[in-house]
């Protein structure tokens, strides 16, 4: 099974190709807000690295948020139309679990937090059980101080929502915090296609039809599917 992975949830473009579980092509840039632009030529080039064409690929699997508001409807209308002309199948991969894999399994919580604007974070809570990663928390959208009366334990905390927040959760978190290193705060495309070909074994897959990024905006959170 051949997995084109993408995500364009943060100001990164992260692609990759994988066959099963093995990545053989990537592309990871900060590209700003140039992701309509970018997104169709890079996919292209990076198939003919591949040395394979857009019909040789079975799945496409796609961080689906929560993120970037403007990256995530560019990469969800780009996906749409490539699965509808084609007919390859689509696996949606939540972009907290994504990051939350970025931290080695501990006897510690997991809590990605990515800066959501308005006073708010896109958070969730995890923990490893039996090699597992399991989700202690739904898909939210809250203040950061919200987040901390939900976390009952010593945690580790990673995600861009840590520039704004980070002294924020030092100062009023009562337990004990640690920081995941920077280069662990933004969803690895490797992940998305590991946990992307999982979905596609189970046959998991989105209708492309009905397909739409985790957005978690309005108010009123949408929340969207369980842990995978």
Known sequence: MKILAIDTSTKFLSLAIAKKDKIIASFHRDLEQQHCERLIPEI???LKKAKLKLRDIDCI????????????????????????????????????????????????????VVDAK??????????????????RLKYSVLPITE????????????GDGLIPYKKTIEDNFKFKAEFAAEKDWHPR???VAKLGY?????????????????YLYPKDVQVRGKMR
Do not use: H, Q, W
Not at 147 to 158: N, P
């Open 198 to 214: 999982e979905l596609a074994k189970k046959k998991r897959f989105e209708e492309p039809d009905k397909f739409v990024p985790m």
């Open 189 to 191: 495309v490797a992940t």
């Open 147 to 158: 987040v901390l009366k939900k976390i009952k334990g010593d945690a580790i905390f990673l």
């Open 61 to 112: 699997a796609f961080s689906i948020g929560p993120g970037s508001f403007t990256g995530l409807r560019i990469g969800a209308a780009t996906i749409k139309g490539l699965t509808l002309a084609t007919k390859i199948k689509i696996a949606g991969v939540p972009t907290l679990d994504v990051l939350a894999y970025n931290v080695k399994e501990s006897g510690r919580l997991i809590v990605p």
């Open 118 to 135: 308005r006073g708010n974070v896109y958070a969730s809570i995890y923990s490893f059980s039996g090699g597992k990663l399991r989700r």
């Open 44 to 46: 292209d080039r990076l």
